[in-house]
């Protein structure tokens, strides 16, 4: 067996239940990513009190309250896994995380992720947060957006400063909804797609996330 990461070839143990499994992950790739250990209980971004961010009170300042877990840190590791994931289009590599995201799996509630527009859809051909809510569980396509311009363009203040692209086409009339994405970095696109929701009836959402990017790092903004 190969490890879906780096190709070195692993043992693997070999029962019915491993047979048909092909999303190995060798041990030197599965530490690679490096988990979020203490931080601020809003968005995981560390911190050695676990108090809440300074990002978060001015979102909560702003009436903006919304709960987002992030898995790992998106330093240098999480940067090429992520590229190699979304840029390159490896999807299968998504199994490698597949393990930690269902470890999170909560019951009666919705899994939405967060749509790209139908120009990027087109352009990258798959939705890089709805392959990660389908690690989780079912998921519902229940927002939809309006390119805006790409956030790579925008930049750091361009993204806190636009407005909203996230529509909902219909009542929302699943109580509680978790929001999936790949990367949290200005926080701006989860808090507005829980705005669009909370607004159209949905009565809890909160959000989890692969990745945190971290204050002061030298990681590619995405
Ligand atoms: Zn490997
Ligand atoms: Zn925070």
């Known amino acids: 067996m190969r490890c879906l990461l780096c190709h070195e070839s692993m043992t693997v143990p070999w029962t019915p239940a491993t047979l048909w499994r092909r999303d190995w992950v060798c041990p030197a ?33 702003l009436g903006l309250d919304l709960t987002v877990r992030c898995l790992y840190a998106y330093d240098e590791a999480g940067v090429d896994w992520l590229h190699r994931f979304k840029f390159s289009g490896d999807v299968v590599i998504a199994s490698s995380v597949a393990p930690a ?17 139908k120009e990027r859809l087109q352009t990258r051909r798959f939705n890089q947060a709805e392959v990660l809510a389908r690690c989780i569980g079912p998921t519902r396509q229940l927002l939809e957006k309006t390119e805006v ?16 692209p996230f529509t909902v086409p219909t009542s929302v009339k699943c109580g509680k909804i978790i929001l999936v994405d790949d990367v949290y970095t200005t926080g701006t696109t989860l808090h507005q797609a829980a705005f669009s929701l909370r607004q159209a009836g949905a009565s809890e959402v909160s959000a989890i996330c692969l990745f945190r990017a971290l204050n002061k790092s030298k990681s590619r903004p995405i």
């Open 149 to 164: 311009s790409s956030q790579r363009e925008l930049g750091k203040e361009g993204r806190r400063h636009r407005t909203n």
């Open 101 to 117: 995201l269902r470890a999170s799996r909560s019951s009666g509630v919705t899994y939405v992720p967060v749509p790209l527009s």
């Open 29 to 61: 790739c599965e530490s690679k990513l490096t988990p979020l250990g203490t931080g601020c209980p809003r968005c995981g971004q560390p911190n050695e009190t676990g108090e809440t961010c300074p990002d978060c009170i001015r979102w909560l300042a």
